[in-house]
């Protein structure tokens, strides 16, 4: 796996590193870093959750600055931790601005891991040299391994787009790691994602780009309606491609753009896919409603409704469920407008629709599930992502 | 059971009765009739679903009359079965019209069940006839028993309240039964309460004591956030006990309205307890919030959090799944000035507190479980009711 440039070491200029330092007692990967020697342009969305991680808090304050480095443990939280938290979350920063030689205020921290335990810092610190002497352009893959906790699968991405560069022949890339096992996790809870671009742009534009394309994906992504007091979404952005500057309103704009929302995309199914205890992938598209809003409350709210995911889980075309789910968020809606789709099959349109239960079944046997609804109220579209709730979900999340 | 006057018909002056009539398959009582001779003053709250049953339509239509009856149904939810509903749901009400000889537009509607299937109008209207014949005042247990679904038992409250009535020794009583294993159940959504009282009381008074206890009460039950498309609360208030009328600002309105909090208070625990595959009752107790609105927030997120369910079904104190649910929501919050409790044990207390773990591990092998959350931010305190997350419930919903 670590033969190629991939992951966040897919464009130009960046390294990455991953390690077991010992946060986690079983010696997995927990300690990870991504580097670009040249100072990056950044953009971030984080958790609004009230509780935020220490992590995220240093990182609410540098993420305004130029940015050479994030560095990311799995493992533990680094939240609800008491006052300590914060110092400890500094002198690890200090430690790792030495390592690497660069302030500190340049580099972003993110933690995963069980909330209310404080972070182990003498275990981080012993090894972060090692880290920054592991860091290297073929090492992304390890970085992407470092950062999970209980996934099933490591998470990344690659995209060449078709803006050229200032080398004959090369293109702006992207590449992407991302950690979820939808939200949540056993004695952990976190949405983490990490994208890396060679792209010359501003922090303006990649800061627009990135809330938008977290909007219409990791944001669309529901699997227990539990959020984490550490998600975050980073971008950053070193110039190395030496591309035309990415200027608003252009098509070398729309190409970035639509790069980066099809990398944060399939990054959010990997997490619904990957989601604790899941079976079966749920893709919620609405189509026609009042406004983009109304669109994604309807489409977020049928993902996330326990009675829908058990209903999928046991193969149940129970489609009232459905329709009650949609019902009960604050968007416009009209029964005698609506047509609703199970995968190719319409079980309602204005009125109830006779059908074929055991083909609808069969369809439902199936691990990825479609379902279309069509409000007739507008023209904003929506689609949200999610699995189904299964016997494995609880027994996961009861365990210590 | 029928032995007394209780449940709908303590009050003086109201009849009840049940039967099965052949909705539900197995033959049990799913068709319940309760009756004033005498009209009542009426006050309801009902879904605010987009998704409403034709029995929620036609009663928000008929709730500005003065009131003779309520049909329940169980079985059917009589939702998004088409533009035929609305026509069988009138014709249900112009046969019971007849039978009761009451006008229609004095009788409510409340139905609990399936969505999607068309209400089984012939079988129905069958059974009126007998079900007003067996109208009594010993057949409260009967209405009870013929409302509830997969519910695991039969929800009712009696209470005398200290207002004199008429009579020498009399008072304002309230009865009330109520049906709903969690907002959920297997085939069925709904939960349902109706209540009666013989006080002499305004419109005005009885709409806003209702709504009031309504949300210190229903409104802070959650067992998986699904909302039903058929939730309803009615109460009937005949003037039988001929009280002094209830002034607004007075001790009666004060005293009526402690007990008809009291009576919504007690079935809502009882529907927490009764919910789907639940073992452990939960109570969230929010204080010291910066307003009403926040605490109610913090309380029910952190009731309603699949992460705090299962962990408290694995009896495991991970309170940082706690801190997190209630950081989740918009509410004033600091960590730094917040206290949190599990039983008698203080797990924060502005940093985390070393907790001893068995005894704590020995509280959460109870079947009751208290959380208290001081949030220090204001004076405001509310209290929501919730159950844990099993496996058993998974399976319950997974089920034809």
């Not at 984080?46 to 990182?59: D, G, H, Q």
């Not at 979350?89 to 993110?110: C, D, G, H, Q, Y």
């Amino acid at each position: 796996m670590n033969s190629k440039r991939e992951s966040v070491c897919f464009p130009e200029g960046f390294l990455a590193g991953g390690l077991s330092c010992g946060i986690k007692k079983d010696g997995g990967k927990d300690l990870a870093l991504i580097f670009s020697p040249s100072e990056c342009i950044s953009a971030a969305t984080f958790t609004t959750n009230r509780v935020k991680s220490y992590s995220v808090l240093w990182s609410i304050r540098n993420i305004k600055n130029p940015i050479n480095a994030i560095l990311i443990n799995s493992g533990n939280a680094n939240a609800a931790c008491g006052e300590e938290g914060w110092n400890i979350t500094v002198r690890i920063m200090e430690e790792l601005s030495a390592a690497l030689n660069v302030p500190a205020k340049k580099i972003l921290f993110a933690s995963t891991g069980l909330i209310g335990n404080t972070l182990p810092e003498e275990t981080i610190n012993k090894s972060l040299k090692t880290l920054v002497e592991r860091l290297s352009s073929q090492s992304g893959m390890d970085a992407a391994e470092s950062i999970i906790t209980t996934d099933r699968t490591i998470k990344t991405e690659n995209i060449i787009t078709s803006i050229p560069g200032r080398k004959k022949n090369s293109h702006v890339k992207l590449g992407a790691m991302a950690k979820g096992a939808g939200m949540i996790n056993p004695n952990m809870a976190t949405m983490l994602a990490f994208i890396t671009t060679d792209a010359v742009i501003s922090k303006e534009l990649l800061h627009l780009a990135l809330k938008e394309a977290v909007g219409e994906s990791f944001n669309m992504l529901t699997i227990d309606n539990d959020q984490s007091t550490n998600d975050t979404v980073f971008c950053l952005a070193n110039g190395k491609a030496g591309n035309k500057n990415i200027r608003q309103n252009s098509e070398e704009f729309a190409v970035f753009y639509r790069a980066l929302k099809d990398v944060c995309i399939s990054l959010a199914k990997k997490i619904a896919k990957d989601g604790e205890g899941a079976k079966k992938f749920i893709e919620v598209s609405v189509y026609d409603a009042w406004s983009k809003k109304d669109a994604r409350r309807i489409a977020k709210r049928i993902a996330g409704s326990n009675l829908v995911k058990t209903a999928i889980a046991g193969e149940w075309p129970n489609w009232g469920r459905i329709m009650a789910a949609a019902g009960s968020v604050c968007a416009r809606m009209d029964l005698s407008k609506l047509k609703l789709e199970i995968g190719q099959w319409t079980v309602y349109n204005k009125n109830p629709v006779k059908i074929n239960g055991s083909a609808l079944k069969d369809y439902l046997s199936g691990n990825e599930i479609n379902i279309k609804i069509h409000v007739a109220m507008g023209k904003e579209s929506a689609t949200a992502w999610g699995c189904d709730l299964t016997e494995d979900y609880v027994n996961i999340n009861k365990r210590e």
